[in-house]
């Protein structure tokens, strides 16, 4: 896999990978995560995503299998 990724190669990538392929968390991400009541190794290319609501930062391992590095709730 070549990166830097563009935004909608990243999002058709992580789309594939919810869809199929394995998502892991690193430690940071699930110790921050659980500061913002939310559930669910960093890498070279981070890639920031998200909803009206959530925002996670994830990383590529490979094309099947990515890792959330962290994540938070938006401020309402």
């Known amino acids: 896999m070549d990166e830097p ?17 394995e998502v892991v968390s690193s430690r940071h991400a699930t110790e921050e995560m659980k500061n913002d009541d939310l559930t669910m190794v960093d890498g070279t290319w981070r890639y920031r995503v998200h909803t009206q609501r959530i ?3 994830v990383a590529f391992r490979s094309e099947t299998r990515l890792v959330v590095v962290t994540g938070w709730r938006s401020k309402r």
Not at 5 to 21: F, Q
């Open 5 to 21: 990724l563009s935004p909608p190669e990243a999002k058709r990538l992580i789309r594939e990978i919810l869809a199929g392929g």
């Open 55 to 57: 925002w996670v930062v």
